[in-house]
């Protein structure tokens, strides 16, 4: 990093920095992470009250694998099944004219896949003194991102008869070329490929505050927030290197194209998602009474535009380069009003959503000697995320609940702080309502999150917290916390057909009667219910010695609470000696981390699911030791 200081005596200054990391990953003989990072800003003081304006800039690239994730059903029975060796290098089947060629799943493992992204923007920022007291920030931006995720796919050279009609596209899952993709002259071939999920997002936006200060005792503020995305989602394909390498981890920088001369897509959609919010708040302080009063009110709006025929209320797509006479008549759709159900494909189409709510939020701390208690009560909106708004299209716009609803929350915390020379503690409780509550995990299979609308969600719990320092060179801190959540309602999965009476589905008698996953009365999966921890920290004139530890407690797989994961405690060491000082006057350090001492097995994240599946889990990140010379200026 550059750091230029005052250049010209009135305020003006800027920095420019870079970094680059590289490092393979823990697991495999595959993966690696690779990172490149430019950032700058330039900026001007206004005066001497400090007002200013000031550009930004970031760009960042970022290439990795995707690793350490299984089936919780597969994961690894003991620490040496965490670490695999995966079929690489490996060969693809070679092109032979005549002979049908098939993919022989070179390069198919799920480590193989590649998760780059391309991210930048620019950021303005200001402040100006407009009168005594009154003071606006302007703070526009804009952020490019361009990323995707997935691997390895069957291209098929053949096309796919629908309805007497020889096809080209992305049909019932799978791709038909109608054209030789591997050289060899004829089209029997089923190829190697890579289909990504591919999403560009040009998002312009700004914030903008006036404030007044009344006088120290009272404050206002006023804000208003602008956001414009432009997401642009597809799907386009490439042939595999004959090593089952991707010839480029952006397919969509040259898609390639069906003898029909359209660029194949597993998905095809434009999407316009604006906001415009604004909000107020105040602050007073009465004495040992201090209080915020806000209120924000957002409207949004969501612009979809589907290029593809929709086939199930999943989501599921056939993409047949635009609209297609042959395909519809093959497919024709119908919707019955009476039960609410639909066969066939949704044509291509565009529909808009629009939420808003007003959303107000209080919080009170009164002090007292070294203590205090405070309590805070928030209403809270979320927006369904881009998929389901997306699956929806399946019905007609007027068909009864076909929008996607928000998910809303009201929030209250209250707790007390205490805080002397040596100690600082802080005991807090907190409850959550949700009403529609969306919840979602990650499918790395399919590349694609799964949501569940869980219905009303009640989330309650405790915060607790004390740090000591009996002495200026010793630092004891312990904490915990208890985290609950009580499911209201059963939660609607389907409606019986004769196969699942067939089948004997649980609650599944007639057709056409709902199915529920049982869930109501039991927690949310995916969070632990409970965690404790401690950290001890202590100074030897240069050397500074520290270990933490903390236990996680046992989570649910399922919303339904068939299974769990266990619990599991992690212990950290870190240790630092400060060598001498810089000429700029900084430490000099040297530092030595040790993360999980002990080498614990554990599963990591998870976002759980809704019934008796088993979820896509992390491996728990091994023991590892870094050591690092650290030079401040």
Sequence with gaps: MIDTGDITGFGTKAFVSASYTRYNNPFNNY???????????????????????????????????????????????????????????????????????????????????????????????????????????????????????????????????????????????????????????DTLDEVTGHDPSQTRTRRFGVISNLSYELNPDHRFRLAYTYDDANHRQTGQTSVALLNGEIADVFPVNNGLVTADGFELNKRDRQSYATLHQISGEYRGTFGDLSAVLGVRAPFFKRELNQNCYTTSASGFLDCVG???????????????????????????????????????????????????????????????????????????????????????????????????????????????????????????????????????????????????????????YVFGSINESEIKDNVQTGVCSAEDITNGVVQCTAVGDPIFALTAGKNESGAPRWTVGARVQQQFGDFELGAQVKHTGKRWVNDTNERSVDGYTLVDLDLRWTITQNPFGDDVALQLNVTNLFDELYVGGFGGDLDGNSPFVQIGAPRAASISLIFGY
């Design 31 to 185: 993966g690696i992470v690779e990172k490149q990072q430019y950032n700058g800003r330039i900026w001007q003081d206004i005066g001497t009250n400090g007002d200013f304006i000031a550009v930004a800039g970031h760009y960042n690239e970022n290439r990795n694998n995707f690793f350490g994730s299984f089936s919780l059903d597969e994961f690894p029975a003991t620490k040496a099944d965490r670490f695999y060796d995966i079929d690489y290098p490996c060969t693809v089947e070679l092109p032979e004219a005549g002979t049908a060629q098939s993919d022989n799943n070179c390069g198919a493992e799920f480590d193989r896949r590649y998760n780059p992204s391309n991210t930048g923007n620019i950021r303005g920022a200001s402040r100006f003194t407009l009168a005594d007291g009154l003071v606006l920030s302007v703070d526009p931006s804009f952020q490019y991102v361009k990323a995707n995720g997935g691997g390895d796919e069957e291209l098929l050279e053949q096309t796919r008869n629908v309805g007497g009609v020889e096809m080209t596209g992305f049909i019932r899952g799978r791709y038909y070329f109608g054209r030789d993709l591997n050289g060899d002259g």
């Design 322 to 476: 635009g609209v297609s006479a042959a395909y519809e008549a093959a497919n024709p759709y119908s919707y019955d009003p009476a039960t609410n159900t639909v066969s066939g494909s949704a044509v291509p189409q565009s529909r808009t959503y629009k939420y808003d709510e007003i959303l107000p939020n209080v919080g009170l701390t009164y002090a007292f000697g070294s203590a205090s208690v405070f309590a805070n009560y928030a209403k809270g909106l979320s927006v369904p995320a881009t998929d389901p708004l997306y699956d929806s299209l399946y019905f007609p716009e007027n068909a009864p609940g076909v929008q996607p609803v928000p998910e809303t929350t009201d929030s209250l915390d209250m707790g007390l702080r205490y805080r002397t020379g040596s100690i600082q503690a802080q005991l807090a409780g907190w409850f959550t309502r949700y009403n529609n509550r969306l919840a979602s995990s990650y499918d790395p299979i399919l590349d694609e999150s799964v949501f569940r609308n869980l219905g009303r969600v009640d989330k309650y719990g405790l915060d607790a917290s004390i740090a000591w320092s009996p002495t200026p060179a010793t630092m004891l």
